[in-house]
């Protein structure tokens, strides 16, 4: 069992910058997969961006390519997505997840291989 917990968000502007961070409990959040989603009001859960168990595997969603960079420290037990040159369409809940299933199938992108997840956090990107 794995616990997640989202802490990071908040109000900003147009081409600030954040770090979210989603800080798990239990020994075995280094065999996971960790994956970042968000979903806006009125819109369906969009995948962000993916980091494999061993941190050498990092996966991003179109829209977010070379503004987030995901990153875990294992022995911390969390992992981190930093958000820079951020905008309006960013605003959404954030939501992290955790799963073994990404390692053994390749897919990381979809919401389905990740078995547990934090509350979320909220970002909004003001124009």
């Known amino acids: 069992q794995v616990q997640l917990v989202e802490s990071g968000g908040g109000l900003v502007q147009a081409g600030d910058s954040l770090r979210l961070s989603c800080a798990a409990s239990?020994?075995?959040?280094?065999?996971?997969?960790i994956g970042w989603f968000r979903q806006a009001p009125g819109k369906e859960r969009e995948f962000v961006a993916a980091i494999s168990w061993s941190g050498r595997g990092t996966y991003y969603g179109d829209p977010v390519k070379g503004r987030f960079t995901i990153s875990r420290d294992n022995a911390k037990n969390t992992v981190y997505l930093q958000m820079n040159s951020l905008k309006p369409e960013d605003t959404a809940v954030y939501c992290c997840?955790?799963?073994?299933?990404?390692?053994?199938?390749?897919?990381?992108?979809?919401?389905?291989?990740?078995?547990?997840w934090g509350q979320g956090t909220q970002v909004t990107v003001s124009s």
């Open positions: 997840a955790a799963g073994g299933r990404p390692t053994l199938s390749g897919i990381y992108t979809v919401s389905s291989s990740y078995d547990y």
């Open positions: 239990g020994r075995t959040f280094s065999s996971y997969a």
